[in-house]
């Protein structure tokens, strides 16, 4: 049995692996695939030419992007178009004019359209765009390929979309929800997309409904290597997430089904997002969903797709996918609630159970998950006062991140192997898995009525219940068997461990380490019977170590670590002055170049400091050489006064390629009316001094803004235009020193640009 003990931990090991192991594909498909199969080495040839630069909205680059994918287009046969127009985002005050791409294969019959669709611009900081998302591009280009070889005609239309500035806004997606005329028909979208440079591709739902015939379809395809749960649905729900799919959902009522891998999210929207660091095996993963899927929706019936009822679904080695209706979650709960009582009451009778061993019994595990806890809260605040320039990388996954999840998993396993070496002999093994069947069987209850999407985390506890029946049944169990009942639990929740850090930030750790926890008191059937309990403690322990040493030798920046930071020129023409600017909290020796050893406060000198994704504001400031830099002209086109009613139309003019143009209004107002280029704002119509941001701008080519108002005539607001062009390291005027190869520009925050400040007076002083 002490052999057997040896076998089913390695064998647990093995299974630990294979969890995450059977999660993608393993290797690429190459240029001498079958034409009718996707090729990622194929899928390559175009995704380096759409990364060859970085290529955000409104930019050359992403012109020649443009007229490269239209090109490609055109060499499957397709005849694509291009759709431009002004979209105005009230909820955020963005405007934008895209260019997106559609073009569409004709089906044999007249029903709903098949959409599959990316974005093609790349993220506004210098990123390559390669994996966000040009892998969803070429994932698309390859597959329309494969399926044109095999001379098929579909059922359904099959519509090609690559939308514009999703970076700024989803505002591509709008444009053509709201105003392409073949928006109107679409029965399913399948969007490709990514939130980092690798890992497995996740499959999340986008529906108003419920997902019952989405997730049927999904499975009737039968891609080769499924990632997707419904718990991952309910959280994404939950959440106040944005991508192109929740856009047609809420504005067109377009189910969808988007795939996106998160892995590597460290790359995410910067310099690291390129064609050399991207997981090629992601790419194969997006290709394995959308060949069959294609093949598949394209010849369903899509006016089917709606539906009011929900499935709970997750993936599983060799089932692919494990299915079942919503309704079932309560009846399932409650049988689990009555098999647990009535094995209580079997172990009871046989004098195998005994409440004070049951109590005593609780100590350890409870002990184990209260430590996994206070190191899962107080770890990675302890870390980033030992490493404070993590606070640089804003996205909260660190270049080692892998490695502090590994340390932080080991060390809340060596707290658990400890707790329990010290009952080595004292509770027997059922006594000792009471307590965590019974915390597993509230988190299921409260699962079945607030989380219906996590309601298969029954499943791998009804495999522990047979685990303690055969406990309290056999006088000596054979460790292998309840290994074998563990298997649901070890692959469904292995790499929920690892994917919430990931996707989540470092900052989530905590819910790593009490759900590793958690999952070793699932296992407590053959684990509680390891007479080696105190040197798997030390074992963790010293692996914990091995960890940290292995996180602490690649914690500093180097070139393939790159260091994130910050610098802006911001030249403010009323008062005839310039600063240096930066969101770096610690400065490195490029920024204090600039900067110096004694930056001022940033908030001294600047009142309009623009904001990011993760409120990071500037944070130091320092004097710069004023320059004469063109920049934005303000042009009256008319002042009227129709009873007590004031219209003011003016407009902006470009002396210079700008990027960005945000205007403020300079006092608390209420607007008759308000457009932007002919844009009318419908509902944002009052502003006050800590809300007087009117607009954000994204420049396309060299765009004017036209602003007209109604105000009452006793009012003469002034305005302040903050102007970003994103040519700090490569301009006329100032000049620059180049970062070194340990450095990349920092994400999520309008960085390496001119920031001119001036203030508009539109009005005139009296009317004629």
């Not at 985002?89 to 791409?101: A, C, K, S, T, W």
């Not at 892998?402 to 396993?413: E, G």
């Amino acid at each position: 049995m002490k052999n057997a003990s040896v076998v089913s931990f390695f064998l647990l090991l093995g299974l630990i692996y294979f969890s995450f192991y059977s999660l993608m594909p393993q290797t690429i498909s190459s240029l001498t695939a079958p034409e009718v199969e996707f090729s990622t080495e194929r899928a390559l040839i175009p995704l380096k030419e759409i990364s060859k630069a970085p290529h955000y909205v409104g930019t050359a680059e992403n012109k020649r992007v443009r007229e490269f994918l239209i090109q490609s287009l055109q060499d499957l046969g397709l005849s694509p178009e291009t759709q431009q127009g002004y979209v105005l985002n009230e909820r955020r005050g963005r405007m934008n004019q895209p260019v997106n791409i559609i073009a569409k294969i004709k089906g044999s019959e007249a029903g709903k359209a098949l959409l599959i669709f990316s974005h093609y611009d790349s993220a506004l900081t210098p990123s390559f765009g390669t994996s966000d998302a040009g892998s969803g591009v070429v994932a698309i280009l390859e597959s329309l390929r494969a399926y044109q070889a095999s001379g098929k005609q579909p059922k359904n239309d099959i519509i090609i979309l690559f939308t514009d500035a999703e970076e700024v806004g989803l505002v591509g997606a709008k444009l053509f929800v709201r105003s392409h005329p073949w928006a109107k028909n679409i029965g399913l979208a399948l969007n490709f997309e990514a939130r980092g440079s690798g890992g497995p591709s996740s499959m999340i739902v986008e529906t108003n409904q419920g997902n019952k015939n989405l997730i049927k379809g999904f499975v009737e395809a039968n891609p080769e290597f499924p990632v997707a749960s419904s718990l991952l649905y309910s959280v994404y729900k939950m959440l106040p997430n944005d991508t192109d799919s929740t856009i047609l959902r809420e504005e067109g009522d377009i189910d969808g089904l988007f795939f996106a891998f998160i892995d590597d999210h460290f790359d995410y929207h910067t310099a690291g997002d390129n064609f050399e660091r991207m997981d090629r095996n992601s790419l194969e993963h997006q290709g394995s969903y959308l060949m069959p899927l294609l093949h598949y929706f394209a010849d369903a019936d899509l006016e089917q797709v709606k539906s009011e009822e929900d499935y709970v679904y997750t993936n599983f080695p060799l089932l692919k996918m494990i299915a079942y209706p919503f309704s079932w979650v309560m009846p399932s709960t409650c049988v689990a609630i009555l098999l647990f009582i009535g094995i209580l009451f079997f172990g009871f009778r046989k004098g195998k159970l005994k409440w004070r061993s049951i109590l005593k019994g609780s100590v350890p595990f409870l002990s184990a998950v209260f430590g996994a806890l206070f190191v899962g809260l107080y770890g990675w605040s302890s870390l980033l006062k030992l490493y404070p320039h993590y606070q640089e990388i804003l996205h909260g996954f660190t270049y080692n991140g892998h490695a502090y999840i590994a340390l932080f998993v080991s060390l809340s396993l060596a707290i658990a192997w400890f707790m329990y070496a010290k009952f080595q002999k004292e509770i027997t093994a059922a006594n000792l898995f009471v307590s965590p069947l019974l915390i597993w069987l509230l988190i299921n209850i409260f699962l079945a009525i607030y989380l219906k999407g996590a309601a298969y985390f029954i499943l791998p506890f009804y495999c522990a219940l047979c685990s303690f029946w055969l406990l309290l049944k056999q006088e000596k169990t054979n460790p292998i068997l309840h290994w074998v009942l563990a298997i649901p639990a070890v692959v469904l929740f292995s790499p929920l461990i690892q994917t919430f850090p990931v996707g989540l930030g470092l900052k989530t750790i905590v819910i790593s380490t009490v759900f590793t926890v958690l999952l070793f008191g699932l296992l407590l059937s053959f684990l509680s019977g390891y007479t080696y309990k105190k040197y798997l403690a030390q074992g963790f322990l010293v692996l914990a170590l091995v960890f940290f040493g292995l996180a602490h030798h690649t914690s500093d920046f180097n070139e393939d670590r790159k260091k994130p930071n910050s610098l802006m020129y911001f030249q403010d023409l009323e008062a005839q002055k310039a600063y240096w600017l930066t969101y770096d909290t610690i400065l490195d020796d490029w920024t204090s170049s600039y900067l110096g050893t004694e930056p001022k406060t940033a908030a001294t000198v600047v009142t309009s400091a623009a904001k990011s994704k993760y409120n990071s504001g500037y944070t130091f400031a320092a004097d710069a050489p004023a320059k004469a830099i063109p920049h934005y002209q303000s042009r009256l086109i008319r002042d009227t006064l129709v009873g007590d009613q004031r219209t003011v139309t003016f407009k902006l003019i470009p002396e210079k390629k700008a990027n960005v143009l945000r205007l403020y209004v300079d006092q608390e107002i209420t607007f008759t009316s308000l457009a932007f280029n002919g844009q009318a704002v419908e509902k944002n119509l009052s502003y006050t001094e800590s809300n007087n941001r009117l607009l954000t701008f994204y420049v396309y080519e060299m765009d004017a803004l036209e602003v007209s108002y109604t105000i009452t005539q006793d009012l003469q607001p002034t305005f302040t235009l903050l102007e970003y062009s994103f040519d700090l390291m490569d301009n006329p005027w100032v000049e620059m020193k180049t970062r070194t190869n340990r450095m990349m520009p920092k994400p999520f925050v309008f960085n390496d640009a001119l920031v001119i400040k001036q203030i508009i007076t539109p009005h005139r002083n009296a009317l004629e």
